[in-house]
């Protein structure tokens, strides 16, 4: 059965730094891309990031350029999103999610919360 | 950036009847990158339609997707008690990847 598991979410301050991670069991991995989608709360979706299967190719929403970095560890499984200079308007559920040309696949989201 | 307008924003029906709900791309893609996904409240998107008009693995056959260039329908034929939820479009062929705001099919 696939499964993707986010952890990390919580409570950090504006300016702050969280990092995400997302355990992916149930299939090969390094196969696919993988993706964060974020949903603030009553809102609607929004694709935050992409990465390859390899590593090797990244791309960002306009709104977190420069400010996030997505990462994999292939060997381990698990994808990340290193969230820094965290503003309110960053506040959200953040979904795990893989794709094979769409997604198809989601985790159950992390609750990210910036706030004094 | 392709930006997706959903319409209408919250749609009223019984039942039984049917829906039929819109997205509109701000530019002409691939239409074989448009899908349409179901959220229910306090869960993930669940893929409904891909490519338009292909539907994922094991949803009912009620849910069909059309549409090209810039225009494109998902059709409930007969709206089950569970299909009132939200839908959302999302174009998959553009970087950045995009979503359309939402249609909430609420019981009437």
């Known amino acids: 059965e696939v499964q993707l598991v986010e952890s990390g979410g919580g409570l950090v301050q504006p300016g702050g730094s969280l990092r995400l991670s997302c355990a992916a069991s149930?299939?090969?991995?390094?196969?696919?891309?993988m993706h964060w989608v974020r949903q603030a709360p009553g809102k609607g979706l929004v694709w935050v990031s992409r990465i390859s299967g390899d590593g090797s190719t990244t791309s960002y929403a306009d709104s977190v350029k420069g400010r996030f970095t997505i990462s994999r560890d292939n060997a381990e499984s698990t994808l990340y999103l290193q969230m820094n200079s965290l503003r309110a308007e960053d506040t959200a559920v953040y979904y795990c999610?893989?794709?094979?040309?769409?997604?198809?696949?989601w985790g159950q989201g992390t609750l990210v919360t910036v706030s004094s | 950036e392709i930006v997706l307008t959903q319409s209408p924003g919250t749609l009223s029906l019984s039942p039984g009847e049917r829906a039929t709900l819109s997205c509109r791309a701000s530019?002409?893609?691939?239409?074989?990158?448009l899908a349409w996904y179901q959220q229910k409240p306090g869960q993930a998107p669940r893929l409904l339609i891909y490519g338009a008009s292909s539907r994922a693995t094991g949803i009912p056959d009620r849910f069909s997707g059309r549409g090209s260039g810039t225009d494109f329908t998902l059709t409930i034929s007969r709206l089950e008690p569970e299909d009132f939820v939200v839908y959302y479009c999302?174009?998959?062929?553009?970087?950045?990847?995009?979503f359309g705001q939402g249609t909430k099919v609420e019981i009437k």
């Open positions: 999302q174009q998959y062929g553009s970087s950045p990847w995009t």
């Open positions: 530019q002409s893609g691939s239409s074989s990158y």
């Open positions: 149930g299939f090969t991995f390094s196969s696919f891309w």
């Open positions: 999610a893989r794709s094979y040309s769409v997604i198809n696949q």
